[in-house]
T-cell receptor
Framework: EDQVTQSPEALRLQEGESSSLNCSYTVSGLRGLFWYRQDPGKGPEFLFTLYSAGEEKEKERLKATLTKKESFLHITAPKPEDSATYLCAVQEGTSYGKLTFGQGTILTVHP | DSGVTQTPKHLITATGQRVTLRCSPRSGDLSVYWYQQSLDQGLQFLIQYYNGEERAKGNILERFSAQQFPDLHSELNLSSLELGDSALYFC???????????FGPGTRLLVL
């Protein structure tokens, strides 16, 4: 069974203080790994898809990387508006699209 | 705005009742997914449809059912509701099953 573990559960940063979120996964035949951002009471907002180990993607202050066992979401010089829950999900090769999500990391950035 | 719409935004009902949640996918998307998000379980996959046909099922209760109509909108039916069914229900859509899923704003269900 696919498993996704995110750490830490919660992260508090000062504005400008860079850090990384971790997503460890176990899946038989990874089709894709997805990062989403979710604000309270809202639907998850798509950030990145990574398909193979070594792949990296960037968007503004965020950079996602992928290895064979884990993915990192690096946040450079965060701002208060980056505060949200960041969700990682995996899609297994024969799953017809089903996403298995981790529990998320709650990020709070203080001014 | 992802382009996925869900109605209603909020639903308050009593135990034992039945409700229907509606989802309209993004224009051009053929695949629709339903997920449940509760505080203790996180986001859990319920069911997937592709071009009107059921393609995958997660841990969906027998009291729950869904369908995708010819115009590609989908409905999730929840019956014999229990207190534990209170959660956020999200619909997502993608062009094809293996592609990125875009989520709607969700329906918050409260069962009293």
């Amino acid at each position: 069974e696919d498993q996704v573990t995110q750490s830490p559960e919660a992260l508090r940063l000062q504005e400008g203080e860079s850090s990384s979120l971790n997503c460890s996964y176990t899946v038989s035949g990874l089709r894709g790994l997805f990062w989403y951002r979710q604000d309270p009471g809202k639907g998850p907002e798509f950030l990145f898809t990574l398909y193979s180990a070594g792949e990296e993607k960037e968007k503004e202050r965020l950079k996602a990387t992928l290895t064979k066992k884990e993915s990192f979401l690096h946040i450079t010089a965060p701002k208060p508006e980056d505060s949200a829950t960041y969700l990682c999900a995996v899609q297994e090769g024969t799953s017809y699209g089903k996403l298995t999500f981790g529990q998320g990391t709650i990020l709070t950035v203080h001014p | 705005d992802s382009g996925v719409t869900q109605t209603p935004k909020h639903l308050i009902t009593a135990t034992g009742q039945r409700v229907t949640l509606r989802c309209s996918p993004r224009s051009g998307d053929l695949s629709v997914y339903w997920y449940q998000q509760s505080l203790d379980q996180g986001l859990q996959f319920l069911i997937q449809y592709y071009n009107g046909e059921e393609r995958a099922k997660g841990n969906i209760l027998e009291r729950f059912s869904a369908q995708q109509f010819p115009d590609l909108h989908s409905e999730l039916n929840l019956s014999s509701l229990e207190l534990g069914d209170s959660a956020l229900y999200f619909c997502a859509s993608s062009v094809r099953p293996e592609e990125t899923q875009y989520f709607g704003p969700g329906t918050r269900l409260l069962v009293l």
